[in-house]
């Protein structure tokens, strides 16, 4: 019998082996499971509960149906299968892995170990023993890595990137599809590959890649190179590859790296490497082109000299330069004398010559650090700085002049101009570069009215002159615009009976600041602004209205005289604005000054002096005998009148000469068939002198002064002209014959 000891001892050292057990399974994280079917009783481990989110001391529910409901449904057919081959004894079934729903709601993946270990006499389970793990964490390591590699593989697709891994010990080399792809490679074995690559080696490079590779193994370090290959198919294309060395576990050297075709990058690479070289000769030219577009935009074409865009820029960098250094600046500016008579006489070929000449001059005349310009025509100006004295100005100006008035010959010729010099200067920090040469201008333009051929400085007084003008000019543009310019009328008279043969036209300016001012006042400005064809056009337009409306009232005046300037008579658009104005033939005359050179008149002015004789508009010769009319210049102008000078007019009564020369101009009018006007009569006797010398028109204050044309009517009902002294009461005051009525109608 065994001895109740002994049954105590194997009791316990059974109890220890169980801790011992129990201990190892738990620290093992195994979830022990036990489902005796004979005795209808199902354990389950605390970790089996633990990794379920169940308490040690939660009963678990050993219902086959409740427990499938907490399979993934994914899982669930093979879950049951794999249940049932586990209860047949099929060992592939002993182990398997599948999803359970934790008790937070989340799934687990378990891996499944178990076994019948007990059947009845029919085969039939009895006892089902086995262990749970919770293999969530490393499920998910491994779809992690899977996702790596699935990112890994997919980029390495999407770059066209093959990978190999030599084996430099064992002789061995693997390359992924994608880089036999890349080689062209079809059917080869692993152990030729290496002997495939190197023959794909093109053979202009096959040494130096070779001993590439070889040096980095011998140094057992990684490589990075290019290289070129003949791929199968003998498309030659530019591999780019990139190996590391590493010594894996086993102790072996290996090299594993990448290969990827650039053939398209480098391709690239070469034509924009061309396209730059392109570029970078292109932009040489374009610097080159810009540089000389840059050279002839700043220069005179013709000289050579800087222009005046040039000269702007360069102004205000010499009045930075004598702000800030508390220097002088001088302009001088330069306009040449009788320039227009050599391009006249001669030609544009000697004007060039001619501005070519003058520019040499001035670039010799003038120290190294002066500026010259031309600036347009023949003007030129020069930028002096540093020390400068009105003397030493004065000298460089009198030295330009003196040197440009010397001859110069051009084919044959010997051609003579001059010059004339204006001069500003200035100096301090409120220097003003434009200021300055705007003043040069004004010096210019007195040296030029003071008798050219001379220099001039700047002054005060000038600008002053210069600012009047420039007001003058503006108040004459405005006074067009609001029709302050209204014509007087001077009566003209016949010689022998005083009767009125018409009225000259006068212009006058009801100024609203100076009231009524006469031509001597705005004359000149008006032809520096280019103007008074307006002022004559807005007078003959009024003078037509007055004589519509005198007519109306019962006064008949026979014709009206009006003033036409030279610019106007140029006007080859003078012809449509006279039709339109739809003048009575023999109703106007326009009064030619003799001034105008007759003999010389160009194409547009004979056009419209043919087109006033189609409007029955007759010619008068104005101021005759003070201008340069000649006697063949008559003859083809045929004038209906000529009008006398007041100054031949003016020493009738004291001078014998001058009668014998107002005999001669009216005898050359008469046989001509031209009328003669004397204008300035001043006196009776001068009425009586000339109508004796046989004058056939009178004007002047002896008769009648200019009036307004409001006062014409009243002036002709009145006539006034015909009172005679009482001497001759009666009598005509000339003729001493009765006097006749009046004019008016």
């Not at 370090?221 to 576990?249: L, M, N, S």
Request: some cysteine; glycine content about 8%; overall charge negative.
């Amino acid at each position: 019998m065994v001895s109740a000891d002994t049954i105590d001892g194997q009791a316990a050292g059974l109890v220890e082996r169980e801790s011992r057990w129990n201990y190892a399974l738990v620290g093992s994280g195994l979830g022990v499971w036990d489902h005796n079917l004979r005795l209808g009783t199902r354990f389950y481990s605390d970790t089996w509960k633990a990794m379920r989110g169940m308490a040690p001391d939660e009963e678990a529910d050993g219902d086959y149906d409740a427990w499938i409901a907490l399979i993934h449904p994914d899982d669930r057919e093979f879950v049951g299968k794999a249940i049932d081959r586990q209860n047949a004894g099929d060992q592939n079934y002993q182990i398997f892995e599948y999803r359970e729903r934790h008790k937070n709601g989340h799934w687990i993946w378990i891996e499944c170990r178990g076994a019948c270990v007990e059947w009845d006499a029919d085969g039939v389970p009895l006892r089902l023993v086995g262990t749970d793990t919770d293999i969530t964490a490393r499920k998910e390591a491994e779809e992690r890595l899977a996702h790596m590699s699935r990112r890994l593989d997919l980029a390495l697709d999407i770059s066209g990137i093959g990978v190999f891994e030599s084996d430099l010990d064992a002789g061995t080399v693997e390359w992924d599809a994608r880089l036999l792809t890349i080689y062209g490679i079809k059917d080869t074995v692993r152990a030729a590959i290496a002997d495939v690559w190197t023959e794909a080696l093109h053979p202009d490079d096959r040494d130096r890649v070779n001993a590439t590779v070889a040096e980095n193994i011998a140094r057992q370090t990684g490589f990075h190179h290019e290289f070129r290959i003949i791929r199968g198919d003998g498309a030659e294309r530019v591999i780019r590859a990139k190996a590391a060395f590493f010594i894996d576990g086993n102790g072996h050297r290996k090299l594993i790296g990448a290969n990827w075709d650039v053939t398209e990058e480098v391709m690239l690479n070469a034509e924009l490497q061309r396209a730059k070289d392109l570029a970078e000769a292109r932009n040489i030219e374009l610097e080159a082109a810009k540089e000389s577009i840059e050279h002839l935009a700043l220069h005179d074409f013709l000289t050579g000299l800087p222009n005046r865009r040039y000269l702007d820029r360069k102004l205000e960098e010499y009045s930075a330069k004598s702000r800030n250094a508390d220097q002088s600046l001088a302009v001088l500016h330069i306009d040449l004398d009788r320039f227009k008579q050599i391009n006249d006489t001669l030609g544009h070929r000697a004007g060039d010559a001619m501005l070519k000449h003058a520019a040499t001059v001035l670039t010799e005349n003038v120290r190294p650090g002066d500026f010259v310009a031309r600036i347009g025509g023949d003007e030129f100006v020069v930028l002096c700085t540093v020390e400068i004295t009105p003397k030493k100005i004065a000298n460089l100006a009198e030295r330009i002049v003196r040197e440009l008035g010397r001859p110069i010959r051009f084919e044959h010729h010997d051609c003579r101009f001059g010059a004339s010099v204006g001069i500003a200067t200035d100096s301090g920090p409120m220097l003003d570069g434009k200021q300055l040469l705007l003043n040069a201008d004004i010096a210019l333009y007195r040296a030029k009215s003071g008798g050219r051929n001379r220099h001039e400085f700047f002054s005060k007084d000038a600008r002053r002159q210069v600012i009047a003008s420039k007001r003058l000019a503006d108040d004459i543009l405005i006074g067009l615009e609001r029709n302050e310019f209204v014509p007087f009328y001077q009566p003209q008279f016949d010689a022998r009976t005083l009767d009125i043969t018409g009225v000259e036209t006068l212009a006058r300016w009801q100024h609203r600041e100076h009231g009524l001012l006469t031509p001597d006042r705005f004359l000149a400005i008006a032809e520096d602004i280019n103007v008074v064809a307006t002022i004559d056009g807005v007078i003959l337009e009024q003078a037509l209205i007055d004589r519509a409306k005198w007519e109306s009232e019962g006064i008949v005046i026979p014709k009206i005289a009006v003033n036409v300037s030279s610019r106007r008579l140029d006007d080859p658009n003078l012809g449509k604005k006279l039709r339109a104005l739809k003048i009575v033939p023999g109703t106007i005359a326009f009064e030619l000054l003799e001034s105008i050179s007759l003999d010389d008149c160009d194409d547009a002015a004979i056009a419209n002096l043919r087109q006033f004789r189609r409007l029955g508009i007759d010619i008068e010769i104005d101021d005759f005998g003070t201008g340069h009319a000649s006697i063949v210049s008559l003859l083809r102008l045929s004038p209906k009148t000529l009008k006398i000078d007041r100054e031949l007019i003016r020493m009738l009564p004291t001078s014998a000469e001058q009668r014998k020369l107002v005999r001669s101009i009216i005898d050359i009018g008469r046989s001509l068939s031209i009328m003669v006007t004397a204008e300035g009569v001043e006196t009776m006797e001068h009425a009586r002198i000339l109508r004796d010398l046989g004058c056939d028109v009178l004007q002047g204050y002896a008769l009648a002064r200019p009036m307004p044309a409001m006062q014409i009517p009243a002036f002709v009902r009145a006539a006034s002209w015909r009172q005679v002294a009482p001497a001759t009461q009666g009598h005509h005051p000339i003729s001493g014959k009765p006097a006749k009525a009046s004019a008016s109608k």
